[in-house]
């Protein structure tokens, strides 16, 4: 059994509930969940290793926004206090007391637990100076062939400035010193983008036994080609992360995306915020670096292991399938049929598919049969982030060429994935694809197809709502729901969300969907309220939520007086959770559980009794401020009664987890749940056999 530190708080400022958890100590928690998967022996060795990775990245992006935004805040004396009391600085100080022991495990983990483990096996990174003469030489030509020609050594002096370190790029800090004694501070970064991070010394072949030696200590050891006629001293290894958020004011931008270009070239030129440097490095280099980049000491992490653990990445490339988890193919639902076959299935019923155990093929066959359908007239879709080479795009592309009306609504905003989405916007727009930008001030992140097709005398519209992005890719990993209808009532409330987007219109309502900013919010609270209502009043009451944060604070109020009138409220939320369960008096009859695991919990439910006629819902919002008052989202309600009856067996099945499940207690900590019992992700993957 694991537990981890309990979040710590001070007192509340005045009026402000106790029972409210910090925002991002929490995110953290979730983070140190993640680090866990790395610690366990129960999982394969590769994936453990991918646990480790995601906890860094998690941490990056964490540091790249988060932070970055608090110190904006102070930098800027805007002492806005948290919910839970704390202020930027007090926030800050708590964010580096829970952050650096988490590294300290990472690194413990990585090299005490995994390396081993991978020397076992007989993958082991080796140091220069422990290979034979023979393999130095060898190695020392190719850096000269295709390492040195790519390095540019920066010294710092009168005429050379502090050069700029770009956003985690890995880098050799040292100092220089000439003949005549004048010492300088020098860099070297390391050309990543060019080389793999760690060099096979035995080809190209990852299948074990193999040995990989750091680019590092490869450029370390030839430092003296990059300052021939120097002495150069001891190089140390450092990263550093900068502030990453965009600043967008659309109001100000006559065109987004020229306007979101510059945005993102001014991204690469953000604050830095955290500096990760080897332990051991001396104070004085640190100094110039800390100076160079405008940090104190508070900002350095000294890295007791290896930096920049995610460039590992050639780790996750081994070629041992036992090393990893078992492949499994998804199952293809028999009701999900092809080409006509496919729109008479989804008229005749819903369909709801449950990703990865469901195959994402149909979700891309939908788009498909709707491009080479010769009775569809028009397609309208939502990207808010999608793959690489995406079956999704090829689609539309296709239904253009093949004479249909396509909209597609692409978010150019979607974090960390704007230069794609520009990519994609573009590529649409040659392709004749009619592309909206969304709505100004929002993110659209509300996931959705409408096909139109004539049948006869009628045009009908097929929809697909799901709670994950159209990603081919990440829907092997991802649990998501989608559904596809034909529901008229349904689509045409669709059609409305489409319109909005598309053109100029305020609908007054909406009946059937809850479509965030103008009404989500009001209708979530509205049946909380009547859950609430319906305990005081001796009804049967029930509340389930399965989605990825909590932070709402009029949900958590509504939450906290449902649970005070007796409603059984069970949350499964994978990350933040600022509600806090189990409290005397307030939320009793609260339960928190986080799910961590192979497949990363994506998909959002909301499940609610309505005194025994079920209301359940599926979409792309989560119980956060920003969801439900600064995006567009939408939430379908699942009205297929057999859809109903295993949407809720499969939250029980969640609810009955013991080989995934955080419990979450009172003051904020987590604590893994022991012994015998099922494991929700194995038990679907069973099914598929």
Known sequence: MTKLAAIEQLPPPPGMRSTYLNRELSWLAFNERVLEEAFDPGNPLIERFRFLTIFHTNLDEFFMIRVSGLKQQLASGMDVVSRDGLSPRQQLQRITERVLPAMANAQRCLMHELLPAFRDVGVTLCHYQDLTDVERSHLDRAYRERVHPVLTPLAVGPTNPFPFISNLSLNLALFVRSPEGEQRFARVKLPLGHLPRLLSLDGDDLEPPVRLLPLEELVAANLDSLFPGMTCGTPWLFRVTRDADLEIKEDEADDLLPYLQ????????????????????????????????????????????????????????????ELKYPPFVPRRSEGVKKGDNLFSSIRSTDLLLHHPFDSFGPVVDFVRAAANDPKVVAIKQTLYRTSGDSPIIHALEEAIENGKQVAAVVELKARFDEENNIVWAGRLEQAGVHVIYGAPGLKTHAKLCMVVRREGAELVRYCHVGTGNYNAITARVYTDLGLLTANPEIAEEIAEVFNRLTGFSRPESF????????????????????????????????????????????????????????????????????????????????????????????????????????????????WMGRNLIRRVEVLVPVRSSANRTWLRALLERYLIDVGRTRLMGPDGSYTRLSGEGPDVHDDLLEQLL
């Open 262 to 321: 510059q945005e993102l070239r001014r991204r690469r030129f953000g604050q830095a915020v955290r500096l990760e440097i080897q332990a051991g490095a001396p104070a004085a280099l640190i100094d110039e670096l800390s100076k160079g980049l405008g940090l104190d000491d508070g900002d350095v992490a000294r890295v007791d292991g290896i930096v920049g653990t995610p460039t590992l990445s050639r780790l996750l490339s081994i070629d041992a399938p």
């Open 511 to 622: 009946q059937h969907l809850l479509v965030a900013p103008r009404f989500m919010k009001d209708r979530l609270l509205d049946l909380i309220r009547a859950e609430t209502a319906a305990a005081r009043g001796g009804e049967p009451s029930r509340i389930i939520a399965k989605c990825n944060a909590v932070t709402d604070r009029d949900v958590i109020e509504a939450l906290y007086e449902a649970s005070g009138a007796g409603v059984q409220i069970d949350l499964l939320v994978r990350g933040i959770c600022c509600l806090v369960p189990a409290v005397p008096g307030t939320s009793d009859n609260i339960r928190v559980r986080s799910v961590v695991g192979r497949f990363l919990e994506h998909s959002r439910v909301y499940w609610f009794e309505n005194r025994g006629d079920p209301a359940a819902y599926i979409g792309s919002a989560d």
